[in-house]
């Protein structure tokens, strides 16, 4: 399993407009055709105007498989119209990452053996 974990910094000013518009638009599609969703967090030390969210994959080739599906969407590719508009993003940053051999997705995330 690899977790694709993205963190995004956007202007302060359009911070709120950019959750409104992926929570409306970018997550219904990546809900029915990414890897599971692991959450969006936001930050409140550090870079406060960034946040990031989680997906995992069984590996590097089915996220791929799975985004190249879902970019073609029309309903995505107005999303990424609509964000290009906003102008909200300054950077994006993504990493692949896998679990620890003692840590599972389950709650509570460390189990003791």
Do not use: C
């Not at 409104?20 to 105007?49: C, Y």
């Not at 969210?53 to 069984?58: G, R, V």
């Amino acid at each position: 399993m690899i977790i694709d974990h993205r963190t995004y910094t956007i202007y302060p000013s359009k911070f709120l407009a950019f959750l409104e518009l992926w929570q409306s638009a970018a997550l219904p599609v990546q809900l029915k055709h990414s890897g599971r969703f692991l959450g969006m967090f936001i930050t409140d030390t550090g870079p406060v105007n960034s946040l990031l969210h989680m997906w995992a994959y069984e590996d590097a080739a089915d996220r791929e498989a799975r985004r190249r599906k879902f970019e073609a969407l029309p309903e995505w590719i107005d999303y990424r119209r609509r964000l290009d508009a906003l102008d909200a993003l300054d950077k994006v940053e993504t990493k692949l990452i896998r679990p620890a051999p003692f840590v599972t997705l389950e709650w509570p995330m460390v189990t003791t053996g």
